[in-house]
């Protein structure tokens, strides 16, 4: 089975905080992507990263920041939380070859 | 035009009736099809991918696919209210490597028992 984790399933900031979101696949899989989910906008893609060290901007990556170091684990970085940032966020990956995405549960954000 | 459309719903069905779902993308170069399901609250999952215009069908699940005229639906037979849920239909963007999908923003499904 297709295993992908998320550090915390809801958080709870303050603005100005330094948030990390972590997500971990244990598949070997060489895509991830995070996206942020909110009612009426569906999901929008923030960044995604297609190998270590690799990343690339995804449609809404402002105030927003990434790291891979490992294949397993792909970062979010808030630098400074602000309140729209307070949102659902969920990582996803690929296995090789393959564009079907599996998600890992979701981490919901408040910032206050 | 959204890469991906979707009606919003709610559609509404009665318990044991067929729920037809649609979904149209705007990209001809698009290979790749997906539906997820996603329950209030929780992730996105897989229910069905489709590759090839023609009926995918997976128990309860039909995709369909029509290339020509850019559309892709999900058929539910036999609803049961555990299919409400918001079911998304997803398009692969670029032939490439980077495996990003386009996502459209779901369609909300309540089945009435």
């Known amino acids: 089975d297709v295993k992908v984790t998320q550090s915390s399933r809801y958080l709870v900031k303050r603005t100005g905080e330094k948030v990390f979101l972590e997500c971990v696949q244990d598949m070997d899989h060489e895509n991830m992507f995070w996206y942020r989910q909110d009612p009426g906008l569906g999901l929008r893609l923030i960044y995604f990263?297609?190998?270590?060290?690799?990343?690339e901007k995804g449609d809404i990556p402002e105030g927003y920041s990434v790291s891979r170091e490992k294949k397993e684990r792909f970062s979010l970085i808030l630098e400074s939380a602000s309140t729209n940032q307070t949102s659902m966020y969920l990582c996803?990956?690929?296995?090789?070859?393959?564009?079907?995405?599996?998600f890992g549960p979701g981490t919901r954000l408040t910032v206050l | 035009q959204k890469e991906v459309e979707q009606n919003s719903g709610p559609l509404s069905v009665p318990e044991g009736a067929i729920a037809s779902l649609n979904c149209t993308y705007s990209?001809?170069?698009?290979?790749?099809f997906f539906w997820y399901r996603q329950y209030s609250g929780k992730s996105p999952e897989l229910i069905m991918s489709?590759?090839s215009n023609g009926d995918k069908e997976d128990g309860r699940f039909t995709a369909q696919l029509n290339k020509a005229s850019q559309y892709v639906s999900l058929l539910i037979r036999d609803s049961q209210p555990s299919d409400s849920a918001t079911y998304l239909c997803?398009?692969?963007?670029?032939?490439?490597?980077?495996?990003?999908?386009?996502w459209g923003l779901g369609t909300s499904l309540a089945v009435n028992p």
């Open positions: 489709i590759y």
């Open positions: 990209d001809r170069g698009s290979q790749s």
């Open positions: 990263s297609y190998d270590v060290k690799m990343k």
């Open positions: 996803a990956s690929t296995r090789p070859g393959q564009h079907t995405q599996y």
């Open positions: 997803a398009v692969n963007k670029d032939a490439g490597n980077n495996r990003k999908l386009i």
